[in-house]
């Protein structure tokens, strides 16, 4: 066996004894991440390695260091705690109106700046007395540093001034964090890996709001697909998951009510008195104004509003997340998501062409062709659809290759050269023209050869 075989065969041993599992493509710098440690520390065989995990807390936090990424800072993801502040929450108070606090759940939480931020924010919407909120991280290094709630200016990067003035007390350039937001959030040891879910017992269950972000992506399929079905045991009726734009999707493991927000994927467990919710797939409210005097919480002056959906906005918003797939190197997925969102958005010529050139890098021609000729109907106009569609069939059709190209070059001469291309904003009229006088003239060219 060579070595470097024997390093990968290791880095499964290691990830299964504490709990991870990686995708193929992950345990290359996995094994290298390992090697690392073991050369710190010392450890010159990997059976002394696999020996020691577990029973050494220490050792076994360096390997889990070594392995994740523990980049976190508060409020990152800004746009997901806008979305709990302006649509969850409200909608949370309306169904809760008088019963038990909310229950909120940080799983991954690394060192507590996420948790924190939650506490922060009920705080500022007039609720940190409505909301429990539990914490939970595989590496108790972590855990321990969370325990402290004492943080450098990096962690605060995405903390408003006026918060930090308010929230953290100051000294010698670190923030400790305010007793009345640390005591807020209970912290607890968990593998998510490994440890069985829901735990009653625990108080690990009846969650309102999960957030389980930069969690999953270190995990195999077959670890998601177990983890999909608890995290929905673990919510309560009509609860929120929120996972972050690089974690595996999870509607095809459990039967969530699933939808797509210009906060990116969102998952709810679809309470026995309700049907689909309208407020899962639209933008978040705008905030209410009202009378100041009457102090009430924003978030529950919000709750009792009328919401509106704004739907070209949804599914342009929309269009951005697929994008971002697309552009991580996940064209498949981004088709996945195109077809999904198109079902509640079908006119929009945005969404199929999404997932048009989305399946032509996936290698699903004819799924690109259907889906690049429905944007041809709604928009005969569209000269990137035209374009795409013309390369699409030039094997199995070059004539209607040819048309179609040749209406994208007649669209582009008819505009300025420096014109943005509508769907493709990355190319200019002037471009696209010469990208589709090539084609026209490659499929000339090859229909002369057959004639000849």
């Known amino acids: 066996m060579n070595r470097r075989r024997a390093s990968l065969e290791l880095a499964e041993q290691v990830a299964g004894k504490i709990g991870l599992s990686f995708s193929a493509s992950r345990k290359e710098a996995v094994a290298t991440a390992i090697e690392r440690v073991m050369v710190r520390r010392c450890i010159g065989e990997g059976r002394s390695l696999l020996d020691r995990l577990g029973s050494d807390e220490n050792l076994t936090d360096d390997v889990i260091s070594a392995v994740t990424v ?14 709990i502040r302006q649509t969850i929450l409200p909608e949370l108070l309306r169904r809760r109106s008088g019963g038990p606090p909310l229950r909120f759940w ?10 924190y931020s939650l506490a922060i924010l009920c705080e500022e919407e007039g609720l940190l007395n409505d909301v429990r909120i539990d914490a939970a991280d595989i590496s108790r290094r972590a855990l321990a540093a969370a325990k402290a709630a004492e943080y450098g200016e990096w962690a605060l990067r995405n903390t408003a001034p006026r918060l930090r003035q308010r929230c953290f007390t100051s000294c010698e350039g670190r923030f400790r964090l305010n ?43 077959s670890a998601v697909r177990r983890i999909a079905r608890q995290l929905l045991a673990c919510l309560s009726d009509g609860g929120w998951l929120l996972t972050a734009p690089t974690d595996p999707p999870l509607w095809k493991y459990a039967p969530f009510e699933t939808s797509i927000t210009p906060a990116g994927i969102v998952y709810r467990r679809i309470a026995p008195d309700t049907r689909k919710s309208p407020t899962a797939c639209v933008a978040p409210v705008r905030r209410q104004t009202g009378n100041p005097a009457a102090r009430v919480p924003p978030a529950r002056a919000r709750a009792a509003a009328s919401r509106k959906t704004t739907g070209d906005d949804t599914a342009k918003a929309i269009a951005r997340q697929i994008r971002s797939r697309f552009d991580l190197g996940e064209p498949l997925e981004a088709a996945r998501l195109a077809a999904r969102a198109i079902e509640r958005h079908p006119l929009s ?24 000729r429905r944007v ?50 990355e190319a200019t009229a002037g471009h696209l023209a010469q990208r589709a006088r090539r084609e026209i003239a490659t499929i000339r060219q090859h229909l002369g050869s057959e004639a000849g």
């Open 70 to 83: 523990a980049e976190t800072h508060f409020f990152r993801g800004p746009e997901q705690f806008e979305l």
């Open 376 to 425: 041809a109907y709604l928009d005969g106009k569209l000269a990137a659809a035209q374009f795409f569609l013309g390369v699409c069939l030039k094997d199995s059709d070059p004539q209607a290759a040819l048309r179609a190209l040749e209406n994208a070059l007649s669209s582009c001469l008819s505009r300025s050269p420096r014109e943005h291309v509508a769907l493709m904003p």
């Open 106 to 115: 940080s799983l991954g939480c690394a060192t507590g700046e996420e948790p």
């Open 349 to 372: 010529a945005e969404l199929h062409f999404l997932e048009g050139v989305s399946r032509m890098a996936s290698g699903e021609t004819d799924a690109a062709t259907a889906a690049l």
């Open 179 to 221: 007793e009345r937001l640390h005591r807020q959030v209970d912290f607890a040891h968990l593998n998510l890996g490994t440890d069985a879910l829901p735990a009653p017992e625990k108080r690990l269950g009846d969650f309102d709001l999960i957030l389980c972000r930069n969690v999953l992506v270190y995990l195999e399929a």
